[in-house]
């Protein structure tokens, strides 16, 4: 079965530094990857995906993230972080064979230090 | 704003109710998702539609019941409530019946007393 772990529950950074929030998932066939990012007292937004080809793909807010297929991660980046970046950001595996249904991660919560 | 509308936004009720959740998708999406959002479970689906038939399922319980209608709305049944019950439900849609980028809802939070 498909799954998704964050393995950091809660980061803190100071702003404009980087950023790099982990997301390692369990899948048998090439997976289709998300990041989204929940704001409080907001839906998801996405932040990007991947599908297939280049492995590194850029989202917007300045976001990017790299699928690598050896480690089993869909790392999320951000060179210089901003005090609105702070919300809460989930990874999410699709299967590809179970309709769109998507697997979340717990979530990691971001807070930014001025 | 991403175009799904979800009513109402908090819903405060008993134990052993019934309630309904309504969700408009984005205009020209066939699919529509239902997920559960708690503190202990995480973001869970719960179900799919995709232009009114069942798509997919998740860990739903026998309790709660989906369906979508003809004008692609979709309505999220709950009954014989329990407290655990509480949580957000988001509702999501997609243009698709297959994985591809899901609009959420702002979602309706419901507390169960």
């Known amino acids: 079965a498909q799954s998704v772990t964050q393995p950091d529950i809660h980061i803190t950074v100071s702003e404009g530094a980087s950023l790099e929030l982990r997301c390692n998932y369990s899948?048998?066939?090439?997976?289709?990857l998300f990041w989204y990012v929940q704001s409080p007292g907001q839906g998801l937004q996405l932040l990007l995906k991947?599908?297939?080809?280049?492995?590194l793909v850029q989202g917007i807010k300045g976001f990017e993230a790299e699928f690598k297929r050896s480690q089993s991660s869909f790392n999320l980046r951000k060179p210089s972080v901003h005090w609105s970046d702070a919300a809460e950001y989930f990874c999410?595996?699709?299967?590809?064979?179970?309709?769109?249904?998507?697997?979340f991660g717990q979530g990691t919560e971001l807070s930014v230090k001025p | 704003d991403s175009g799904v509308t979800q009513t109402p936004k908090h819903l405060i009720t008993a134990t052993g109710q019934r309630v309904t959740l309504r969700c408009s998708p984005r205009?020209?999406?066939?699919?529509v998702y239902w997920y559960q959002q708690s503190l202990d479970q995480g973001l869970q689906f719960l179900i799919q539609?995709?232009?009114?038939?069942?798509?997919a399922k998740g860990n739903i319980l026998e309790r709660f019941s989906a369906q979508q209608f003809p004008d692609l709305h979709s309505e999220l049944n709950l009954s014989s409530l329990e407290l655990g019950d509480s949580a957000l439900y988001f509702c999501?849609?997609?243009?698709?019946?297959?994985?591809?980028?899901?609009?959420f809802g702002p979602g309706t939070r419901l507390t169960v007393l």
């Open positions: 999501a849609s997609s243009p698709y019946a297959g994985v591809d980028t899901q609009y």
């Open positions: 999410a595996v699709g299967a590809g064979n179970q309709g769109g249904k998507l697997i």
């Open positions: 991947y599908f297939s080809g280049d492995t």
């Open positions: 539609y995709y232009n009114g038939e069942e798509r």
């Open positions: 205009s020209g999406d066939l699919s």
């Open positions: 899948y048998g066939a090439t997976p289709y």
